[in-house]
């Protein structure tokens, strides 16, 4: 049942080499039975003893040919074995390190049924049985998988079936699973739910030697679930003789050196180490930091889908780039900004071609297809649009055009509301292209799309999936400040693939990437109805605390308040302490009288069902906190920030909450007041930095005039 | 060149680590413990000691079992299943438990267990320690330490009179250790036997495990439960051992050999019910009255 891992090492024609397996029977069938032709090893050396997987890697690490290996014959082996293990299985438990001294280590010595005995000191037919035993032992049963579920192409079927019976139903197999997981990074539980939901049930219990088989072929990966973070001078690895009790004192400090990092999110810190029954280690260490998606531990194995899509299909069809954009109805400001991002990609996509084509020529072998595709650089882009501009209008292009390619497109968005609200609109854009919703208790997690809308967290199951990887929001809430989810989402486009960001308020590091020209963007100062954006107005009046301690709210603010209402706009009040959120809540329908004046935060269970309330205007004025402060639009709005001077306020989020007003053609100009006693400096920098986008807009010309402005206003 | 930059590392680590105030999240919430909760008072006394791994929110919402509703199970309500079927029957003395087993505690369990955060060991440990001396101080007597008199006795204070002499726990199959990487009910034995120096010894074996426990119902754990677990092999001769060891160490003869089984959860009791009964046919390999209590973390 749990997933334990043996070595060996395996002569080919090229020399010795190491490898690792779950199953070792479908590795001796790999390297010694010829499919037609010559069998790709001559020799199969595997050592007895089951390993947990840290080890198995660990030790694969410091395995090195020799010319001596030719000679030697199981104690060589075995003390060879017993040499290379010995510095891995420090940290384990007594009865563990016994049971891998060498006293205890066995090898099995398999050779191809029908070719020439390398070592003398074996006679053929010790050998053959034991292959014959490798061979039958698999049973495998041959059971039609639904090749529907699985979205698998037909013509995948028949490639590289050369074997009748159980193996060609082995190869298939293992390589519909290949196909379903490519591009993504799972532990074993995921998988076995990934089979599952695949309507693949029969094929769990043999997962384990389709796997292997997949490995083999290199269409998967197989890691342990912590691994080292090293500096770069790993060549201390051990020569073939025994390892001196010098190097073994040199090797713990070395070890003590290197920093341990989760396998699947990359965090080195928040890990803990604990005895574990399952490894029998002193220290096996399980990452805190995404124990919430699954428990991911140094004994866990890590299965990485590497099977990748060919790379001709970029020669597909590519209408007129102009025709292209045209289609969509974007307005002037949006159609720039998706034109530059789509040169943008072309460039890319150009470079990383070339760049490919030249290392192919270089080496010549098979295997490099691989090999270039960690030298690809991967683009970014930063689309910078005002609030409203009408951002998923903009990437329709982008993810047409990286679709027509043949490339998977990654739409990833903080938080789970939006990819619910997302969904339709993708799917009404792009009819013909399956769309598929990953967030927590999605049911359509595991199925495979062309178009994938997730929450950030869900990136942590892939690695190397998307050509094109959309960002959204990425100075909100999980995404800031998060190194981890900003590892995954780095880890989840492929290298040559392009990020889009969008946001209309950037990190200050991003923005300065953009002032010095380390970044390429565009920026889109408009919203999409070309009216300019509301600028702040200031009242100056006493804090949120005074005012209620008071009892009392300034005549001027209530004046407006009473204005905007008549006017027959919906008002936003955004407030810092989720506590103030109830009185301000009574204090305000005492003062308001005949309004329906409600409140909601983090803390309140009915969000979802005020926030509807309040969009069906039967809540006039909402009180809130920063929760509603980027993707809620609601028509015809006005903004109220009261203690806009809090520190929990920065520049960032004023410019968000200032721009849920006037989002709708029909009310293009909105009131946006900030409520403070000071004016400090992110209330001045969010007011300069729409007061910029305004006047960038103005002088390319994307706002209407005046007199039109006027007209459409009526 | 390259080691030396390995070593400032390490000293930077080191001296970072002086400098940087000390923050610690707790282990609940994970949010940081603020220096100034510490200044504020448990309801309790003992839940003191706990402040430094949890924060006092997280303190606060532990429900412990103050008073028992019922003298045999341990239950904080009365509790007719012990009318009907007497623990004694299955020579189980007595249950105590920790905590009421609430949604707030079955959050707790279920992180530990399901999801394997490992950090809630401490916690939970430390919960069992605290309560040990109140909560057994109703079933067991003290013992009189007369053993060395004087001041020795007055520094051993109340908690060592009601230790037990030997500690066992609920096993749990192979498969699911290999699984979760861990038995619960093993590492709380193992960590009290740490604290309190007393044997933790390995007594039996569980043969079956057809469904897991929390996915039953009554009748389906009693059915289950009968013959689900077995005397460990080496059981008597762990036994013998330690009551050799135990008896040689005391000068006066002793009453009772007092065995504390321990697991996580207390729900119909039937796991322990059967435990207990295997224990108990371990008496014959001693010349003396064995008195077996369980104490678990939570009790339903």
């Known amino acids: 049942m749990v997933m334990q891992v043996r070595i060996y090492a395996v002569r080919t024609e090229y020399g010795w080499h190491s490898g690792i397996t779950v199953d070792w029977r479908i590795d001796v069938r790999y390297w010694l039975a010829g499919e037609g032709s010559l069998p790709r090893g001559s020799k199969l050396v595997v050592l007895h003893q089951q390993l947990p997987i840290q080890v198995g890697i660990a030790v694969l690490e410091h395995f090195m040919p020799s010319e001596a290996m030719e000679r030697w014959g199981e104690q060589g082996w075995v003390r060879y074995f017993a040499d290379i293990l010995s510095p891995c299985v420090e940290e384990f438990e007594e009865e563990a390190k016994r049971r891998l001294m060498q006293e205890h280590l066995a090898v099995a010595i398999i050779e191809a049924p029908y070719s020439e005995p390398t070592s003398k000191l074996f006679v053929m037919e010790e050998q053959k049985p034991m292959y014959r035993v490798a061979e039958q032992s698999l049973a495998y049963a041959t059971t039609q998988w639904d090749a529907n579920s699985s979205g698998l192409p037909a013509s995948f079927l028949g490639e590289g079936v050369s074997q009748a019976g159980v193996w060609s139903a082995l190869h298939a197999d293992a390589y519909r699973i290949a196909y379903g997981i490519r591009g993504r990074l799972l532990l074993d539980e995921e998988l076995i739910q990934f089979l599952r939901d695949a309507g693949a049930e029969h094929l769990i219990a043999s997962r384990y030697s389709l796997i292997q088989w997949g490995w083999l072929h290199g269409w998967v990966e197989l890691r342990a679930g912590m691994s080292f973070t090293r500096r770069d001078d790993g060549g201390k690895l051990p020569t073939a003789s025994r390892i001196s009790p010098l190097k073994r004192v040199m090797r713990s400090l070395y070890k003590a050196s290197v920093t341990i990092c989760c396998g699947r999110c990359g965090s080195s810190e928040g890990l803990s180490s604990s005895t574990c029954s399952t490894c029998h280690s002193l220290q096996c260490w399980t990452c805190t930091q995404c124990l919430n998606v699954g428990r991911c531990r140094s004994c866990a194995i890590l299965i990485a889908g590497k099977l990748y899509r060919g790379d001709d299909s970029a020669a597909a069809l590519i209408s007129n780039r102009e025709e292209q954009l045209e289609k969509w109805g974007l307005a002037p400001a949006q159609l720039e900004a998706s034109r530059q991002a789509l040169d943008y990609i072309d460039r890319v996509r150009a470079r990383n071609q070339f760049a490919g084509l030249s290392e192919m020529n270089t080496s010549g072998r098979r295997s490099t297809v691989q090999g270039t595709r960690g030298n690809l650089r991967k683009g970014a882009f930063l689309l910078w649009a005002v609030t409203g501009a009408g951002k998923t209008e903009m990437i329709f292009p982008l993810v047409e055009d990286t679709l027509l390619h043949g490339g998977r497109v990654l739409i990833a968005t903080p938080r789970r509301d939006v990819v619910l609200e997302l969904k339709p609109r993708i799917e009404k854009a792009f009819p013909a292209q399956k769309v598929v919703t990953l967030y927590g208790g999605s049911p359509e997690r595991w199925r495979d799309g062309d178009i994938t809308i997730a929450t950030t967290h869900q990136l942590i199951r892939f690695e190397e999936a998307f050509e094109l990887a959309i960002i959204d929001e990425l100075d909100a809430f999980p995404y800031h400040n998060d190194p981890m989810l900003q590892r995954t989402a780095e880890r989840a486009c492929t290298p040559g693939g392009v990020f889009v960001y969008l946001s209309a308020t950037p990190p200050e590091a991003m923005q300065q990437n953009v002032r010095r020209g380390k970044l390429s963007h565009a920026r889109v100062p408009v919203r999409f109805h070309r009216h300019p954006l509301p600028i702040p107005m200031r009242i100056t009046m006493p804090s949120v605390a005074q005012c209620l301690s008071a009892h009392g709210l300034p005549a001027l603010l209530l004046a407006r308040m009473n204005h905007s209402v008549s006017r027959g706009a919906q008002l936003f009040v955004f407030l810092s302490r989720i506590r103030q959120v109830d009185p301000l809540v009574r204090l305000l329908r005492e003062r308001i009288p005949g309004v329906h004046i409600d409140g909601t935060s983090a803390a309140d269970e009915s969000r979802g069902d005020k926030v509807f309330q309040f969009r069906e205007r039967n809540i006039r004025v909402l009180v809130t906190t920063t929760i509603l402060e980027r993707g809620v639009t609601v028509p015809m709005s006005d903004v109220f920030i009261l203690d806009a001077d809090d520190r929990l306020f920065d520049a960032a989020s004023l410019v968000q909450m200032a721009g849920r007003a006037g989002r709708s053609k029909d009310d293009p100009a909105g009131l946006v007041v900030f409520g403070s006693p000071q004016w400090n400096r992110s209330q001045r920098s969010a007011v300069r930095q729409i007061r910029d986008m305004n006047r960038i807009a103005a002088r390319k010309g994307y706002l209407l005039s005046g007199a039109d402005r006027r007209q459409r206003i009526g | ?300």
Not at chain 2, 47 to 61: A, D, G, H, P, R
Not at chain 2, 199 to 228: F, N, W
């Open chain 2, 1 to 300: 060149m390259g080691r030396r930059m390995r070593w400032g590392d390490l000293l930077e680590k080191i001296y970072g680590g002086m400098l940087s105030p000390s923050q610690q999240a707790c282990i609940i919430c994970k949010r940081s413990i603020r220096m100034n909760d510490t200044a504020l008072r448990p309801l309790y006394p003992y839940e003191q000691s706990l402040m430094s791994l949890v924060c006092y929110k997280c303190v606060n919402l532990i429900p412990w079992i103050r008073e028992l509703g019922c003298a045999y199970c341990g239950r904080a309500i009365r509790c007719p299943d012990c009318q009907r079927h007497p623990l004694r029957n299955d020579s189980l003395r007595a249950n105590r438990s920790v905590v009421r087993y609430d949604e707030q505690m079955k959050q707790w369990l279920s992180q530990y267990k399901f999801k394997g955060d490992r950090v809630y060991e401490l916690v939970m440990v430390r919960m069992m320690q605290l309560a040990y001396e109140p909560l057994l101080s109703t079933v067991w007597e003290r013992r009189s330490s007369i053993r060395d008199g004087g001041i020795t006795a007055l520094f051993q204070g109340k908690l060592d009179a009601i230790l037990p002499d030997l500690i066992t726990y609920v096993p749990s199959t192979r498969e699911r250790i290999q699984v979760r990487g861990f038995n619960q009910a093993e590492q709380f034995a193992r960590a009290l036997g740490r604290e309190w120096r007393r044997p933790v010894v390995e007594l039996l074996t569980r043969t079956q495990d057809a469904e897991k426990q929390s996915k039953q119902s009554r009748i389906g754990r009693e059915h289950s439960m009968s013959h689900a677990f077995e005397l460990h092999q080496w059981a008597g001769r762990s036994l013998q051992e330690v009551w050799c060891a135990y008896q040689a160490k005391e000068e006066s003869p002793v009453a009772e050999l007092r065995v504390l089984l321990i697991d996580d959860v207390y729900t119909t009791g039937s796991t322990l019910r059967a435990c207990s009964r295997q224990l108990s046919s371990l008496c014959q390999y001693l010349d003396c009255l064995v008195s077996i209590v369980s104490y678990t973390w939570a009790r339903a």
